[in-house]
């Protein structure tokens, strides 16, 4: 008694593996890519929240130094902790500046974010990507920020 063919033939095998093969081309490349804008993002939410911490310094005449604002550096910033991260200048303006680094993606190493303080007390989201090695996407730049 004869039996059926069993099993798969090689070129359906080899098939299944270029289809596999052009999903992983496909889809590697894009989750980089949300890797990038989510680090980005926790950046930008983490140093946005001193915001208020240098309003109440303002307010109360009180120094900008990162135990002052109760900085904490994150995993994802570069730089020494005692070196504050606030600038406040006599006018009311600023800044609160960090340096991504540590364990971010490679091509993020050395992007600037920072949040710019206007006289009145206005603030604004800044990104410095120049010195980024990997290519910059504008799909990674956060609701609110500039370039």
């Excluded at 081309?25 to 950046?43: C, D, E, F, T, W």
Aim: negative net charge.
């Amino acid at each position: 008694m004869a039996r059926p063919d069993e099993g798969f033939s090689l070129l359906e095998l080899m098939i299944v593996v270029l289809i596999i093969g052009v999903l992983s081309a496909l889809s590697v490349p894009l989750y980089q890519g949300y890797v990038i804008k989510s680090q980005i993002n926790r950046v930008v939410s983490e140093l946005g929240g001193y915001r208020s911490a240098i309003e109440n310094a303002v307010g109360s005449s009180r120094q900008t130094t990162n135990t002052a604002i109760g900085y904490t550096p994150s995993d994802l910033i570069s730089g020494d902790p005692a070196t504050d991260v606030a600038t406040l200048n006599p006018d009311g303006s600023g800044h609160l500046q960090v340096t991504m680094g540590g364990n971010v993606h490679p091509n993020l190493v050395g992007v600037i974010i920072q949040f710019q303080r206007t006289p009145s007390g206005q603030w604004s989201c800044v990104i410095d990507s120049s010195a980024s090695p990997g290519g910059w996407s504008d799909m990674y730049l956060p609701a609110g920020c500039t370039l």
